[in-house]
C-alpha cells in the first residue's frame, strides 16, 4: 500500500471543519435542545461524533471518511428540519458542508480505499 500524500486544501479544510464540530459540541447541552425531548440531545451528540470520525478519516486520506460525511450532513438536515431548527447555525452548516465537500471530492480518488 502506497502512502498518499495529503494536499494542503485538505489539511486546512479538515481543520477548520474539526473546529466546527467541536464547537457544535456545546449546544447539546443548552436548555433549548434538552427541551425538545429525552432522546433529542443523544441524537445530536451521534451525528456530531460520526461527523468528527469523518473528518479523521478524512485526514487520514480515506474515502470512507468522504463516504461518511456526506451520510452524516444528509442525517444532520434531515434531523435538523424534523426539530425545525432553522437558524442561521443550520443555513451556514449547510453551506461550509457543501463546500468542504467539493474539496473533499476533488480529491477523493487518490484517497485510499482500505481501512
Known amino acids: 500500500m502506497a502512502l498518499v500524500q495529503r494536499p494542503k486544501s485538505i489539511s486546512i479544510i479538515t481543520v477548520i471543519a474539526i ?8 449546544m447539546l447541552f443548552t436548555p433549548s435542545i434538552k427541551r425538545m425531548g429525552d432522546f433529542v440531545p443523544m441524537i445530536l451528540g451521534i451525528i456530531i461524533t460520526l461527523q468528527f470520525v469523518s473528518l479523521i478519516g478524512i485526514w487520514h486520506m480515506k474515502q470512507w471518511g468522504v463516504q461518511l460525511f456526506i451520510i452524516m450532513f444528509c442525517v444532520r438536515v434531515i434531523t435538523f428540519m424534523f426539530l425545525d431548527l432553522y437558524t ?3 443555513f451556514f452548516n ?13 480529491h477523493y480518488r487518490k484517497m485510499d480505499t482500505n481501512l
Open 19 to 26: 473546529v466546527l464540530v467541536l464547537l457544535a459540541f456545546p
Open 88 to 90: 442561521f447555525r443550520f
Open 94 to 106: 449547510i453551506f461550509y458542508s457543501i463546500l468542504f465537500l467539493i474539496f473533499f471530492l476533488i
